[in-house]
């Protein structure tokens, strides 16, 4: 099913006119926005499989950061592993980090903390690691990153959630917006 397709099924619903883009009308362009909010709310409700992926990183001695290639700025990490050392890497906050990397010189050994330092010039989310690593580590990073807002392609394509659990949500915050008079999306 097309974005298209959600949306006309949801105007379909509402007993509107279909329409043959979703920015062909006001109307048409506010439910493609709440097909989109609907995906983010089911997207951000659990951990889907299907959202999920490995990222890894190879490190190299005496470089602290690193970039997660790949999974943009918003994203959730459940789990972070040193597979060279067979060690979790804890997640430690940032003024943690500031601390152990600029108040003296840091110590250079087996990685075992990370924090999030900003992102690259790809928008790519970037890590700091402590212990500075002194070799070669292979981490990996187990995490579930939303896929990007739906335009006009085909919306569903690999994607494990079923249309009935898109629908319901997109029909009942359309169905509240409409039957409140208001135009807010949340719930």
């Keep these: 099913m097309t974005y298209l397709e959600l949306v006309n099924d949801v105007l379909v619903r509402l007993r509107e006119s279909t329409v043959t883009t979703v920015g062909e009308t006001t109307y048409s362009s506010l439910i493609g926005k709440f097909v989109n909010d609907a995906k983010r709310q089911i997207e951000d409700s659990y951990n889907w499989n299907v959202l999920g992926q490995t990222i890894t990183v190879t490190t190299t001695s005496a470089t602290s950061s690193y970039s997660l290639t790949g999974v943009g700025q918003k994203f959730r990490v459940?789990?972070?592993?040193?597979?060279?050392?067979?060690?979790?890497?804890?997640?430690?906050?940032?003024?943690?980090?500031?601390?152990?990397?600029?108040?003296?010189?840091?110590s250079q050994s087996i990685p075992s903390e990370f924090c999030f330092s900003g992102v690259d010039g790809s928008g790519d989310t970037k890590i700091d690691l402590f212990p500075v690593p002194d070799g070669v580590y292979t981490l990996k990073f187990d995490v579930t990153?939303?896929?990007?807002?739906?335009?006009?392609?085909?919306c569903l394509e690999g994607c494990s959630l079923t249309q009935s659990h898109w629908k319901a949500l997109v029909i009942l915050k359309t169905t509240l917006w409409r039957s409140n008079g208001r135009t807010t999306t949340k719930l």
């Design 78 to 106: 459940n789990d972070a592993i040193n597979t060279t050392s067979v060690i979790t890497l804890d997640n430690t906050t940032v003024a943690d980090m500031n601390r152990k990397l600029n108040f003296g010189t840091p």
């Design 145 to 154: 990153v939303p896929q990007t807002l739906l335009r006009l392609m085909p």
